[in-house]
């Protein structure tokens, strides 16, 4: 049995293995191919957070693969009443095929996989969103070809995309720059211990020049709502607009892991402009997902 609780869960092997497969699955799709893989499994999705493209991509790939999944938030469970996640995990884990887990601290879903009897998917914890990973990577690949040997610049906050980032950095085997304002670096444990090329900026300019793909996100991530204000401040010199972007390569590309505010750490011109992606980005959660679960979940897949 495997988790996927960060991408270096799997290896880098396994890791392109499913960003191609990925591909195959979204084909699959679009020529009207039914295949179902999981008929009549369970995915059970613990959303603690908030979510679009997560609980949409997760539940239409359970049933675009013969299956079904349970939406279970903490209103609705002992979870939200103080029952221990370890006796949480032996139950739910007891009755479907697969967890699926949306929440704040990464223990938890640590701690939820140490105790549970299927595998366990990260949905976003504040730590890392590997997902999200998968489906960036898969976009990248399909526009442009392997992103082995490519520049990535990470503008904005070092957050837990960026640290899912790193990892994918190393996992991938392309060269990341990362610009942050000072004091919302990745965690330093993050970048110690990974065996990627980085390089740490405070200006984004610096970070954007000649890269192949420039990446965003919100500047304040859920939970930090009430630091939004002290982040515009910090964040003002770091929105992805046309100037930034024609630092970087001629025929780079702008991905974010949406939603995005228009006006704030992205222009309205780079977002909906030719080089934004972020569409097919979105779409490709489902399939990245729809692959991810045919690993996890099915011996013998196609």
Same mark, same amino acid.
């Given at each position: 049995?495997?988790?996927?609780?960060?991408?270096?869960?799997?290896?880098?092997?396994?890791?392109?293995? $499913?960003?191609?497969?990925?591909?195959? /699955?979204?084909?699959?799709?679009?020529?009207?191919?039914?295949?179902? &893989?999981?008929?009549?499994?369970?995915?059970?999705?613990?959303?603690?957070?908030?979510?679009?493209?997560?609980?949409?991509?997760?539940?239409?790939?359970?049933?675009?693969?013969?299956?079904?999944?349970?939406?279970?938030?903490?209103?609705?469970?002992?979870?939200?009443?103080?029952? &221990?996640?370890?006796?949480?995990?032996?139950?739910?884990?007891?009755?479907?095929?697969?967890?699926?887990?949306?929440?704040?601290?990464?223990?938890?879903?640590?701690?939820?996989?140490?105790?549970?009897?299927?595998?366990?998917?990260? @949905? /976003?914890?504040?730590?890392?969103? &590997?997902?999200?990973?998968?489906?960036?990577?898969?976009?990248?690949?399909?526009?442009?070809?392997?992103?082995?040997?490519?520049?990535?610049?990470?503008?904005?906050?070092?957050?837990?995309?960026?640290?899912?980032?790193?990892?994918?950095?190393? $996992?991938?085997?392309?060269?990341?720059?990362?610009?942050?304002?000072?004091?919302?670096?990745?965690?330093?444990?993050?970048?110690?211990?990974?065996?990627?090329?980085?390089? /740490?900026?405070?200006?984004?300019?610096?970070?954007?020049?000649?890269?192949? $793909?420039?990446?965003?996100?919100?500047?304040?991530?859920?939970?930090?709502?009430?630091?939004?204000?002290?982040?515009?401040?910090?964040?003002? @010199?770091?929105?992805?607009?046309?100037?930034?972007?024609? $630092?970087?390569?001629?025929? @780079?590309?702008?991905?974010?892991? /949406?939603?995005?505010?228009?006006?704030?750490?992205?222009?309205?011109?780079?977002?909906?402009?030719?080089?934004?992606?972020?569409?097919?980005?979105?779409?490709?959660?489902?399939?990245?997902?729809?692959?991810?679960?045919?690993?996890?979940?099915?011996?013998? &897949?196609?």
């Amino acid at each position: 049995m495997r988790h996927f609780l960060t991408l270096k869960d799997l290896s880098a092997s396994e890791l392109k293995q $499913l960003i191609h497969r990925a591909i195959e /699955l979204k084909a699959m799709h679009q020529a009207g191919e039914r295949y179902e &893989p999981l008929k009549n499994k369970v995915l059970a999705m613990i959303f603690e957070k908030s979510s679009t493209r997560t609980r949409v991509s997760f539940e239409s790939a359970m049933l675009q693969f013969g299956g079904g999944s349970i939406f279970l938030s903490p209103d609705d469970t002992q979870l939200g009443r103080g029952e &221990p996640i370890e006796d949480s995990a032996r139950v739910i884990s007891s009755m479907v095929d697969a967890v699926m887990i949306r929440t704040f601290e990464h223990s938890k879903v640590e701690r939820f996989a140490q105790y549970s009897s299927v595998p366990v998917i990260n @949905a /976003l914890t504040d730590d890392y969103h &590997p997902c999200q990973l998968l489906a960036d990577i898969q976009t990248y690949y399909e526009q442009r070809g392997d992103i082995a040997g490519k520049t990535v610049a990470w503008i904005g906050d070092g957050n837990n995309m960026c640290h899912s980032y790193i990892n994918a950095a190393e $996992l991938f085997g392309f060269k990341l720059n990362i610009a942050t304002p000072p004091g919302y670096e990745p965690k330093p444990e993050i970048v110690a211990e990974t065996k990627a090329e980085i390089a /740490l900026f405070h200006q984004p300019e610096l970070a954007a020049r000649d890269a192949d $793909l420039i990446v965003t996100d919100v500047w304040a991530s859920m939970g930090q709502e009430e630091e939004q204000r002290k982040r515009e401040q910090a964040f003002a @010199a770091f929105q992805v607009n046309d100037s930034l972007m024609q $630092l970087a390569a001629p025929d @780079a590309l702008f991905m974010h892991c /949406l939603p995005a505010h228009r006006g704030e750490e992205v222009s309205a011109s780079v977002i909906d402009g030719q080089q934004s992606v972020v569409w097919q980005e979105a779409e490709n959660r489902l399939h990245a997902q729809k692959a991810l679960l045919e690993f996890l979940c099915v011996d013998n &897949p196609q």
